[in-house]
């Protein structure tokens, strides 16, 4: 201490944040021992708490005077005492109440190694015959002792990262002492206990040998009866054995606590029994055992109990979990999990997460694991458990490149000590970097860093981590097939099929042959492809066909071979490369559209380009784009590409998640709207004709329109109109039709006029007042039923709303329907519903006319409407679910009716939708082709893997659909 400045002044310029608080316990020391107290502060510099350090020292110093004075005498020792003292609260307590264990330190302490901490532990506990006496707490206070000379190896060190692998390991050779012991103290418990063989089998990073200072230590038991005892009874005996065992390791006591043991990686979990024979884990594993379970078997080891029975199970399930990677659905339900994982994490603590969040050690742990499990089943030479030996395994063996690999261990590492000085510092089992600054200055000072150089470093970690999963599984398949060098990289094409295959390609020959088209040679092109393509690949991993999306990719990378553009804007531009992926792996609907206008792709990169256009905005833009062609012919297709690319933007919005149903109907309503109007206008070139209004029926009347929907109408022309003009105009309204409908590359818009008077057989254009003529004269009550979705829709739609008021009395009758109506609107439902299916669909696939499908929905609203919009005016809407919420609101129907038959319309006009963008063609039966399902199930916002569960809730909704129709339609 110097003698020109204040006690206070001198800690604060040491760093200590209670400067005064340890000014005065100096003051205390100098009065017992005087001014030449031999201790230099400078030894305080590496301490992460000193504050905290000073203040145990001193509680040390009133424990055992004798003691603290050989302490400050050896520099040395006293640095060792002060790093353990303030690298941990916890520890600092157990010292201070145990200072003789402050003699462990006066030499620095070295690794026992799993026989050594066995022997450690034996003497502190002094087990006999296998069983101890007591409380427990001899083994507590001896798991903490342990942690103190780890604690003290870990702190000590220069360069703690590369210590990070030994104290990990050091710290599971603890846990299987604490084990063995704690199982001598149920013994103690549980009379009987020989007549049964225990195993504990450790798991999760205790199994791996890679624990941490505080964590649950997972386990599974096993147990067989030893001789003359039967199963049963061996059983329940090993349950006691267990259930004591777990109480002990978590119990609080004044020597503290161990750590929680968890069993829950057991079969079945938590609902499972505790302990089970071999046989009956066979059993399981070979039947039920999911892929997930596999997965963590990996890192089963035989802990503590019968250590030769613990062997027999990891020799029972080995076989097991190296065939899990040739399991269906393995990879995806491993990605699953870990984005589901991900998704369940607070908010508030996703960026401040070590472990769970992106980038974090788990994502290293489940990379690791996977290319484990994908290549281990015929190389034997990466079957370790441990996350550090199996990383170096495969990049020695050429399944990682070294430099990858070296990252990858260098990220780890570090997260690894990060984690372990926040355990560390309170003992506490969390995974979270504190917010508090005081907090992250005095870990990041336990580390060798300043405070702000641990947050880079740590978010530059998480970075690098993300970066490296796609390169380490995905540039080695690029350079399986294209040559390209990677230092120490060797992964045949053989492994780069296995991995493809493991990541869900169905063809992975086939994959190898696309990667190789996309990046052979020197081109500027391919070297951008081979930059892009790892993200790429695993993007179409995560889609449910990414076979067809690496395809797709294909054909749009070489459809835009010679733009500047494209593969620069991928590049630069993740968010829009993730997009394409998405869409290509989704959807053959959007593909063929983005193929034969590959432009679209640049739509991908904002939102708003993405919003779906007015119709007023449509008709403008094609009456422009028509405008500008004096060759009819070329004008016409101008039109039809303008709706394609249109349409495509619409189905883009739609896959990615922007639009719901509602919105995509009424998006190409507006859209066969202005492709009419632009049809007509056209066909005005070659034929003059009256005007021509248009009104819209069926769902493009209630702006409902499905991708596969035909655009049903009515033509009208002015009251007045001679049979020469009507005659023009038919001639009109063919061309116009034959323009937007005709076959072709581009999707054509089917204009279908069979509703209206006479159908087939009547003439195609009325005037006003012969289609009012005929509706009051000759019309049937289905046509009354059709009129409730109609709308003026395109051409003059003064002329069509004209129309559409004179039937106002016609399709809103005074008293609503007959009883005679009622019954016949009934028949002709029931009778289209047995004569429309389709022969070999199962009518409860049926999206529109199955049980609780459209047609039930739509029959049962029109025919409330039919009944009471004369006296509720609100009710006349072409629109089902304007109509159905309105008949909420007037009690016409209660809220669970209303939301049953609402849930039912959109699910089925989503999947209607889903089976056209997924398949590229329409159907209205839900399909049984699993790989379809797959697809539309993902597109409808379910996990990857979670078609049966999709195709569940739809019958449920139908189910409860038809239970309303039922109800409201058929009573």
């Given at each position: 201490?110097?003698?020109?400045?204040?006690?206070?002044?001198?800690?604060?310029?040491?760093?200590?944040?209670?400067?005064?608080?340890?000014?005065?316990?100096?003051?205390?020391?100098?009065?017992?021992?005087?001014?030449?107290?031999?201790?230099?502060?400078?030894?305080?510099?590496?301490?992460?708490?000193?504050?905290?350090?000073?203040?145990?020292?001193?509680?040390?110093?009133?424990?055992?005077?004798?003691?603290?004075?050989?302490?400050?005498?050896?520099?040395?020792?006293?640095?060792?005492?002060?790093?353990?003292?303030?690298?941990?609260?916890?520890?600092?307590?157990?010292?201070?109440?145990?200072?003789?264990?402050?003699?462990?330190?006066?030499?620095?302490?070295?690794?026992?190694?799993?026989?050594?901490?066995?022997?450690?532990?034996?003497?502190?506990?002094?087990?006999?015959?296998?069983?101890?006496?007591?409380?427990?707490?001899?083994?507590?206070?001896?798991?903490?002792?342990?942690?103190?000379?780890?604690?003290?190896?870990?702190?000590?060190?220069?360069?703690?990262?590369?210590?990070?692998?030994?104290?990990?390991?050091?710290?599971?050779?603890?846990?299987?002492?604490?084990?063995?012991?704690?199982?001598?103290?149920?013994?103690?418990?549980?009379?009987?206990?020989?007549?049964?063989?225990?195993?504990?089998?450790?798991?999760?990073?205790?199994?791996?040998?890679?624990?941490?200072?505080?964590?649950?230590?997972?386990?599974?038991?096993?147990?067989?009866?030893?001789?003359?005892?039967?199963?049963?009874?061996?059983?329940?005996?090993?349950?006691?054995?267990?259930?004591?065992?777990?109480?002990?390791?978590?119990?609080?006591?004044?020597?503290?606590?161990?750590?929680?043991?968890?069993?829950?990686?057991?079969?079945?979990?938590?609902?499972?029994?505790?302990?089970?024979?071999?046989?009956?884990?066979?059993?399981?594993?070979?039947?039920?055992?999911?892929?997930?379970?596999?997965?963590?078997?990996?890192?089963?080891?035989?802990?503590?109990?019968?250590?030769?029975?613990?062997?027999?199970?990891?020799?029972?399930?080995?076989?097991?979990?190296?065939?899990?990677?040739?399991?269906?659905?393995?990879?995806?339900?491993?990605?699953?999990?870990?984005?589901?994982?991900?998704?369940?994490?607070?908010?508030?603590?996703?960026?401040?997460?070590?472990?769970?969040?992106?980038?974090?050690?788990?994502?290293?742990?489940?990379?690791?694991?996977?290319?484990?499990?994908?290549?281990?089943?015929?190389?034997?030479?990466?079957?370790?458990?441990?996350?550090?030996?199996?990383?170096?395994?495969?990049?020695?063996?050429?399944?990682?490149?070294?430099?990858?690999?070296?990252?990858?261990?260098?990220?780890?590492?570090?997260?690894?000590?990060?984690?372990?000085?926040?355990?560390?510092?309170?003992?506490?089992?969390?995974?979270?970097?504190?917010?508090?600054?005081?907090?992250?200055?005095?870990?990041?000072?336990?580390?060798?860093?300043?405070?702000?150089?641990?947050?880079?470093?740590?978010?530059?970690?998480?970075?690098?981590?993300?970066?490296?999963?796609?390169?380490?599984?995905?540039?080695?398949?690029?350079?399986?097939?294209?040559?390209?060098?990677?230092?120490?990289?060797?992964?045949?094409?053989?492994?780069?099929?296995?991995?493809?295959?493991?990541?869900?390609?169905?063809?992975?020959?086939?994959?190898?042959?696309?990667?190789?088209?996309?990046?052979?040679?020197?081109?500027?092109?391919?070297?951008?492809?081979?930059?892009?393509?790892?993200?790429?690949?695993?993007?179409?991993?995560?889609?449910?066909?990414?076979?067809?999306?690496?395809?797709?990719?294909?054909?749009?990378?070489?459809?835009?071979?010679?733009?500047?553009?494209?593969?620069?804007?991928?590049?630069?531009?993740?968010?829009?490369?993730?997009?394409?992926?998405?869409?290509?792996?989704?959807?053959?609907?959007?593909?063929?559209?983005?193929?034969?206008?590959?432009?679209?792709?640049?739509?991908?990169?904002?939102?708003?380009?993405?919003?779906?256009?007015?119709?007023?905005?449509?008709?403008?833009?094609?009456?422009?784009?028509?405008?500008?062609?004096?060759?009819?012919?070329?004008?016409?297709?101008?039109?039809?590409?303008?709706?394609?690319?249109?349409?495509?933007?619409?189905?883009?919005?739609?896959?990615?998640?922007?639009?719901?149903?509602?919105?995509?109907?009424?998006?190409?309503?507006?859209?066969?709207?202005?492709?009419?109007?632009?049809?007509?206008?056209?066909?005005?070139?070659?034929?003059?004709?009256?005007?021509?209004?248009?009104?819209?029926?069926?769902?493009?009347g209630g702006r409902e329109l499905s991708y596969a929907s035909d655009a049903d109408c009515v033509f009208i022309v002015p009251d007045g109109t001679d049979d020469q003009g009507q005659a023009r105009a038919t001639e009109l309204v063919r061309l116009a039709r034959d323009i937007v409908g005709r076959p072709g590359p581009d999707p054509a818009l089917v204009v279908d006029t069979e509703l209206r008077p006479e159908g087939k057989g009547g003439p195609q254009v009325r005037t006003v007042s012969s289609y009012l003529a005929y509706y009051d004269r000759w019309a049937s009550t289905w046509e009354r039923q059709m009129l409730v979705r109609a709308r003026a829709g395109?051409?003059?739609?003064?002329?069509?709303?004209?129309?559409?008021?004179?039937?106002?009395?016609?399709?809103?009758?005074?008293g609503g329907l007959t009883e005679a109506q009622v019954t016949e609107i009934r028949r002709l439902k029931s009778r289209m519903e047995h004569e429309r299916i389709p022969k070999g669909v199962p009518r409860e696939r049926h999206l529109k006319l199955g049980p609780g499908g459209l047609s039930d929905v739509e029959w049962t609203v029109q025919l409330l409407q039919l009944r009471h919009a004369h006296a509720h005016p609100e009710l006349r809407t072409p629109s089902t679910m304007r109509a159905l919420a309105c008949l909420d609101r007037l009690g016409l129907v209660d809220g669970t009716q209303a939301e049953r038959l609402t849930q039912a319309w959109r699910r089925?006009?989503?999947?209607?939708?889903?089976?056209?963008?997924?398949?590229?063609?329409?159907?209205?039966?839900?399909?049984?082709?699993?790989?379809?399902?797959?697809?539309?199930?993902?597109?409808?916002?379910?996990?990857?893997?979670?078609?049966?569960?999709?195709?569940?809730?739809?019958?449920?909704?139908?189910?409860?659909?038809?239970?309303?129709?039922?109800?409201?339609?058929?009573?």
């Amino acid at each position: 201490m110097s003698r020109y400045e204040s006690p206070s002044a001198e800690f604060a310029r040491r760093g200590f944040d209670s400067a005064a608080s340890a000014a005065r316990v100096w003051e205390r020391w100098e009065a017992d021992y005087g001014r030449d107290l031999p201790i230099d502060l400078r030894v305080f510099e590496r301490v992460a708490d000193r504050d905290q350090a000073l203040e145990a020292l001193e509680r040390l110093w009133h424990a055992d005077p004798q003691l603290f004075e050989r302490i400050v005498l050896d520099e040395a020792w006293l640095l060792r005492v002060l790093l353990v003292l303030g690298g941990s609260t916890a520890l600092a307590q157990t010292l201070t109440r145990h200072p003789e264990e402050a003699l462990r330190l006066e030499h620095a302490p070295e690794a026992r190694g799993a026989d050594g901490w066995r022997a450690f532990f034996e003497d502190r506990v002094a087990p006999v015959g296998g069983v101890a006496d007591g409380n427990g707490d001899a083994l507590r206070l001896a798991n903490r002792v342990a942690l103190i000379e780890i604690a003290c190896r870990d702190l000590a060190a220069e360069n703690p990262v590369d210590l990070v692998h030994d104290i990990a390991a050091e710290l599971s050779h603890v846990a299987d002492a604490v084990l063995e012991m704690s199982l001598a103290y149920a013994r103690a418990e549980v009379p009987g206990w020989e007549r049964t063989r225990l195993a504990v089998l450790a798991m999760g990073k205790t199994g791996a040998q890679e624990l941490n200072y505080i964590s649950d230590v997972d386990v599974i038991y096993v147990a067989e009866p030893a001789d003359g005892v039967g199963a049963d009874e061996a059983v329940a005996i090993g349950s006691r054995l267990a259930a004591a065992q777990a109480r002990i390791c978590s119990a609080h006591t004044a020597e503290g606590t161990i750590w929680q043991v968890d069993a829950a990686l057991r079969p079945e979990g938590k609902a499972g029994p505790l302990v089970r024979t071999l046989d009956s884990c066979r059993a399981y594993y070979e039947k039920w055992a999911k892929n997930w379970e596999f997965q963590a078997m990996l890192k089963a080891r035989p802990a503590a109990g019968d250590l030769r029975l613990g062997a027999d199970f990891v020799e029972l399930v080995s076989p097991l979990v190296w065939r899990a990677g040739e399991r269906p659905g393995f990879l995806s339900e491993v990605r699953a999990m870990r984005a589901r994982v991900i998704s369940l994490l607070p908010a508030k603590q996703a960026d401040a997460e070590i472990k769970l969040g992106e980038g974090g050690l788990r994502d290293t742990e489940f990379s690791v694991q996977l290319l484990q499990l994908v290549h281990g089943r015929a190389d034997d030479r990466l079957r370790s458990r441990g996350t550090f030996r199996a990383l170096q395994e495969l990049v020695d063996d050429g399944y990682i490149g070294r430099a990858d690999g070296a990252e990858m261990e260098t990220a780890y590492r570090f997260q690894r000590l990060l984690e372990h000085r926040v355990q560390l510092r309170r003992l506490r089992r969390t995974h979270l970097v504190p917010d508090e600054p005081l907090a992250r200055e005095q870990i990041a000072r336990s580390m060798g860093l300043r405070a702000e150089q641990l947050i880079d470093t740590w978010r530059a970690s998480t970075r690098q981590v993300r970066a490296l999963q796609q390169r380490i599984f995905f540039s080695p398949l690029l350079d399986a097939v294209s040559k390209v060098s990677t230092e120490g990289l060797r992964l045949t094409s053989e492994a780069a099929a296995a991995r493809l295959r493991a990541l869900g390609f169905l063809d992975p020959r086939t994959a190898l042959g696309h990667l190789e088209a996309l990046t052979r040679g020197t081109s500027r092109s391919a070297e951008i492809q081979r930059q892009l393509l790892p993200a790429m690949l695993e993007w179409f991993a995560e889609g449910p066909n990414p076979d067809f999306g690496l395809l797709a990719f294909r054909q749009l990378s070489e459809a835009l071979r010679d733009t500047t553009w494209y593969l620069r804007a991928l590049r630069d531009d993740a968010n829009m490369a993730h997009r394409l992926a998405r869409i290509a792996s989704s959807s053959r609907f959007v593909v063929d559209l983005l193929r034969r206008a590959p432009d679209m792709i640049r739509m991908l990169a904002s939102n708003e380009e993405l919003r779906p256009r007015s119709a007023e905005e449509l008709i403008a833009a094609m009456r422009a784009a028509s405008a500008r062609n004096d060759d009819a012919e070329a004008a016409a297709a101008s039109v039809r590409a303008l709706r394609r690319s249109e349409l495509c933007r619409v189905a883009l919005a739609d896959v990615l998640g922007l639009a719901d149903v509602e919105v995509v109907g009424e998006a190409l309503s507006d859209l066969a709207a202005a492709t009419l109007d632009a049809g007509l206008d056209l066909a005005r070139r070659s034929v003059d004709a009256p005007e021509v209004g248009v009104v819209a029926l069926g769902r493009w009347g209630g702006r409902e329109l499905s991708y596969a929907s035909d655009a049903d109408c009515v033509f009208i022309v002015p009251d007045g109109t001679d049979d020469q003009g009507q005659a023009r105009a038919t001639e009109l309204v063919r061309l116009a039709r034959d323009i937007v409908g005709r076959p072709g590359p581009d999707p054509a818009l089917v204009v279908d006029t069979e509703l209206r008077p006479e159908g087939k057989g009547g003439p195609q254009v009325r005037t006003v007042s012969s289609y009012l003529a005929y509706y009051d004269r000759w019309a049937s009550t289905w046509e009354r039923q059709m009129l409730v979705r109609a709308r003026a829709g395109a051409g003059d739609l003064a002329l069509a709303d004209a129309l559409l008021d004179g039937v106002d009395g016609f399709r809103w009758p005074d008293g609503g329907l007959t009883e005679a109506q009622v019954t016949e609107i009934r028949r002709l439902k029931s009778r289209m519903e047995h004569e429309r299916i389709p022969k070999g669909v199962p009518r409860e696939r049926h999206l529109k006319l199955g049980p609780g499908g459209l047609s039930d929905v739509e029959w049962t609203v029109q025919l409330l409407q039919l009944r009471h919009a004369h006296a509720h005016p609100e009710l006349r809407t072409p629109s089902t679910m304007r109509a159905l919420a309105c008949l909420d609101r007037l009690g016409l129907v209660d809220g669970t009716q209303a939301e049953r038959l609402t849930q039912a319309w959109r699910r089925a006009s989503r999947l209607r939708n889903a089976i056209m963008l997924v398949r590229g063609r329409a159907s209205d039966a839900l399909p049984s082709d699993t790989r379809d399902l797959a697809q539309i199930s993902v597109l409808l916002g379910y996990e990857s893997g979670a078609a049966s569960g999709m195709v569940d809730d739809t019958r449920r909704l139908m189910r409860h659909a038809l239970d309303v129709t039922n109800q409201l339609f058929w009573a």
